[in-house]
């Protein structure tokens, strides 16, 4: 049914546009208590056996929305009720901005991928900060696990950027299960840069500083969220500022700007667009990454493992590989409303069959038996 849809509907629409509707259905549908309960019962219903601990929370699982699809915290209760077991909302700035001009998103539909160069278009941290004060002041819809991510303002200066991460941070740390800084999109120029040892140590001690003296009643959990274009140096070198700095965990992997692992069939002139690849192609690179940092950081921190998760499979094989939680974006567009739902029944079926008896037992028992 949704493949039809978008076969007929969907694919032919600019990819933003056909984002924005979809997203408009959801959270209408939301919005209709008996509609959303109906659909939430049909869609994410809670299974016992995958009931995950992670960051200090309690989730009804480990699969969750990666960023970039909620931007401005508009969608949780929508997401939520399709199955996600946590949403990751942003990526927000200090300030609002527009992001890059349109179009922006484009799709490699044989490929199941996308490339997009929005560059951070968001509503910004004071309204985003609003706007989950008001969810958390009438009740959520659902009690899911809301972590926010935070980026730098694009007309903010590189030497100021500590600074514009303090400022969103102290805005929503209050609202945020878990918080996220995100030095690893492609399209904010500089970005990437922050994640050299020397610029990162300054930047997560400041935020964390920020999130401690905002909210001084509860440690919000912290996170890095990494490129997959990094040197394995470099990523060993993050792993090891994570562990020194007594961060709770690190989210592997954003966009890629390479272009491999495409079909040969792939469209020339949205290969060729600026900005990330996301989807399957990914996949291969952001498990590499995923294993090298279990390799290094084993349980001492959490990790999310992200980049080309399409069904049950890989996210099994993502808590084989050493992640406690995982998240999915791209697949979403090409698997519809049902995806989760697939991911949830297929992923307490492998852990059935397993020796393990329980997810938590599972992560990463694929890395530690090739690295006796
Ligand atoms: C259109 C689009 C926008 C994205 N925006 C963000 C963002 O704002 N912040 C972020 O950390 N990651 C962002 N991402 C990256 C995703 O969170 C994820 O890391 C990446 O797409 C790999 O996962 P996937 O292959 O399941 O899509 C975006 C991805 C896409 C496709």
Redo the contacts with the bound molecule.
């Keep these: 049914m949704y493949r039809l849809l978008f076969r007929t509907v969907l694919s032919r629409m600019d990819a933003e546009r056909a984002h924005h509707l979809a997203t408009a259905w959801i959270a209408l549908a939301a919005r209709v208590p008996v509609l959303r309960t109906f659909l939430a019962a049909y869609l994410a219903p809670r299974r016992r056996a995958l009931r995950t601990e992670a960051l200090g929370l309690r989730m009804h699982g480990p699969f969750g929305l ?4 909620d ?1 401005n915290a508009t969608l949780i209760d929508g997401m939520a009720m399709l199955g996600f077991d946590h949403v ?1 909302t ?2 927000v700035t200090a300030r609002p901005q527009p992001g890059n001009p349109g179009p922006r ?1 484009f799709r490699l539909v044989p490929d199941r991928a ?1 490339v ?1 160069r ?1 560059g ?1 278009n968001n509503d910004g941290s004071a309204s985003v900060a609003a706007r989950l004060a008001r969810r958390a002041a009438r009740g959520p819809a659902f009690r899911t696990t809301v972590g926010v ?1 935070i ?1 730098k303002t694009k007309a903010v200066p590189e030497a100021e950027a500590v600074a514009d991460y303090v400022t969103s941070a102290e805005r929503l740390a209050p609202y945020a299960d878990y918080l ?1 800084v ?1 030095v ?2 492609p399209n904010t120029p500089g970005l990437r840069n922050l994640q050299a040892a020397e610029q990162l140590r300054p930047l997560l001690a400041a935020v964390r500083e920020a999130a401690d003296r905002t909210v001084p009643g509860r440690r919000v959990p912290l996170l890095v ?1 990494i490129a997959p274009d990094l040197a394995d140096e470099d990523v060993d070198a993050v792993a090891d500022l994570a562990l020194d700095l007594g961060l709770d965990g690190i989210i592997a ?3 890629t700007v390479a272009r491999d692992g495409l079909g040969l069939t792939a469209d020339p002139a949205v290969v060729a667009e600026t900005g ?1 690849l ?2 399957a192609p ?1 996949k291969q690179r ?1 498990l590499e990454v995923l294993r090298r940092l279990y390799e290094r950081v084993g349980d001492r921190i959490v990790l999310v493992g ?4 399409e069904d049950a499979e890989d996210v099994w094989r993502r808590i084989l590989a050493g992640a406690t939680l995982v ?5 979403f567009v090409y698997r519809g409303p049902l995806w989760c739902r697939s991911v949830h029944k297929g992923l307490a079926a492998r852990l059935a069959a397993s020796p393990h008896a329980t997810l938590a037992e599972a992560v990463g028992a694929d890395t530690r038996k090739a690295t006796p």
């Design positions: 990666a960023a970039g699809f931007k990751e942003g990526t998103l996308l997009n929005m951070f991510n980026g996220v995100n690893s999109s969220k992997t954003n966009t990330g996301s989807g990914l952001s992200v980049g080309g998760v998240q999915g974006y791209s697949a």
